[in-house]
């Protein structure tokens, strides 16, 4: 709060997606890493194949979270709400885990 009352530009509060990158030896491998991340709820994740044929699977959670809370040095929210804020983002840090 301290920091934010003394803010003179945009603050915002910012929880990012969990990723994973794994690299696979083989595709096969890659597309059941895949369907055990999508059942486990990771939908965004996907695989990809480099040009010289390494085979990458991402395990990307779809749990984010980008709220503003000043503009221009203007708090606009209240502490009350930034601590809840702060709860939502711990919870999908444990949806993550």
Sequence with gaps: ???LEKATGDA???FEPF???VLCR???DAQLLHSVAVD???RNSGITVGRGGKITMAVRSTHCLEVPLSHKGRLMVSEEYIEFLVHVANQKIEENI
Aim: no cysteine; hydrophobic share 55%.
């Design 19 to 21: 990723v994973l990158h």
């Design 12 to 14: 915002v509060f910012k």
């Design 1 to 3: 709060m301290t920091a």
């Design 40 to 42: 486990s709820g990771f």
């Design 26 to 28: 083989e595709l096969q």
